[in-house]
């Protein structure tokens, strides 16, 4: 049933991966133009900002990821996270 990826699909979802990456970046951009402009914090504290949340979700994402793969219920595997988690 877990049937290998083709390089064909590879390819796919990585090029619609980096069209939404595109678009993600182009608002992560807008926003450190707003937390300097409109809040006024100095662009450094922005981007010190910005970069440690980077860090922090580059530990986290991977593990929440292992824990709602591992997760089994009724409902599905992905279905009470999205929920229940705010």
């Known amino acids: 049933m877990n049937k290998a990826l083709t390089w064909r699909e590879k390819i796919s979802y990585g090029i ?19 937390y300097t402009d409109v809040f006024g914090i100095s662009a450094g504290a922005a981007a010190s900002m910005m970069f440690t949340i980077k860090i922090i979700n580059a530990f986290t994402d991977p593990m929440i990821g292992a824990a709602a793969d591992r997760t089994t219920t009724r409902f599905g595997k992905f279905r009470p996270y999205l929920i229940w988690v705010p």
């Open 16 to 34: 619609a991966d980096m069209g939404f990456n595109f678009y993600w970046t182009n608002i992560a951009t807008f926003l450190l133009i707003y």
